[in-house]
């Protein structure tokens, strides 16, 4: 009877949880101790209430296998992070999380366009800075996750219109990853920045936050493009083709730059920060602030 016993109670901490909606994935994460595999397929965060739009792992000891899954998110349908890892020692396996336009566009050509109608379009609505993923537990693994980040303003003049509170035009920036919490690993993971903010960046305690075989690419533009926007609604027209954050130089002719910022950044007092045989492609910058070890690591 006991071995009976203990075989049922082994088999219930460990039992195979199979989702087939993001209503059920979403309500099963917040649960522990279970092995969560969700069905094969494209899903879209839009199939949730308004209001729902987010997947929050609050549990904890979750294994969370989304390999195969596709979810899509339509920029500016959602005003807040997608995915929310606050509890700890979970595992989030093969997702591919992809922000889509309304409109169909895939890779923003036309800037002048994109950046037009900001007070009434959703095109190019950010997060205020907010990333698509947060992870503020403690000892979780993300690992074979791919990201695709689009949807900010501006978009396609990189920072030369400021970074934060001093800027001059308005700011609605969108990033990647965000850690704050301990011991967190990410493995095997690639986010496409297409919008203006950070690929992977650690706020608070992030302690012995791991960042290993991970790739982060953005995309440049030529400055000398800048000049062939003459409308009066265009941001080089209204700065008068000049870097008012950069001491109003005149925008050179010869350079290009990044669209997006960082690749891995560093704020604060985080604590121990390694990244291990990472790239950062066409980012304003490979990897910023305190990093204890970096080894194997590029910026192209």
């Known amino acids: 009877m006991m071995i009976t016993i203990m075989m049922l109670s082994f088999y219930s901490a460990n039992a195979q949880t199979i989702v087939n909606s993001l209503a059920e994935l979403r309500e099963a994460v917040e649960q522990n101790n ?107 693994l993300l690992v074979g996750i791919k990201l695709t980040v689009r949807g900010s303003y501006p978009y396609g003049y990189g920072s030369m219109y400021g970074i934060g509170s001093d800027h001059v035009f308005y700011l609605d920036k969108r990033c990647g990853i965000n850690i704050t919490g301990v011991g967190n690993t990410i493995d095997s993971t690639e986010v496409q920045q297409r919008a203006f903010g950070h690929g992977i960046y650690m706020q608070g305690d992030a302690d012995q936050t791991v960042i290993k075989n991970t790739l982060v690419e953005g995309r440049t533009r030529a400055y000398a493009e800048l000049y062939e926007e003459t409308e009066t609604y265009d941001l ?65």
């Open 236 to 300: 080089p027209y209204q700065s008068g083709y000049v870097m008012p954050y950069e001491d109003n130089r005149a925008i050179p002719t010869d350079e290009v730059f990044s669209l997006s910022e960082d690749g891995f950044r560093s704020y604060g007092s985080t604590g121990s920060v390694t990244l291990e045989n990472c790239t950062a492609k066409m980012m304003r910058g490979g990897s910023k602030a305190l990093f204890s070890f970096v080894r194997n690591s590029n910026q192209l």
């Open 34 to 140: 279970q092995t969560i595999v969700m069905t094969p397929g494209t899903y879209s965060m839009s199939d949730l209430d308004s209001d729902e739009r987010n997947i929050i792992c609050s549990g904890s000891n979750n294994s969370i296998d989304l390999t195969g899954v596709h979810i899509t998110c339509t920029v500016g349908s959602v005003s807040d992070r997608y995915i929310i890892i606050s509890g700890d020692n979970n595992t989030l396996r093969g997702m591919e999380l992809e922000d889509v336009y309304s409109n169909g566009m895939t890779e923003v050509t036309d800037f002048s366009a994109y950046n037009k109608d900001r007070e009434t379009s959703t095109v190019c609505k950010g997060l205020k800075g907010a990333p698509d993923i947060t992870i503020t537990g403690n000892g979780n």
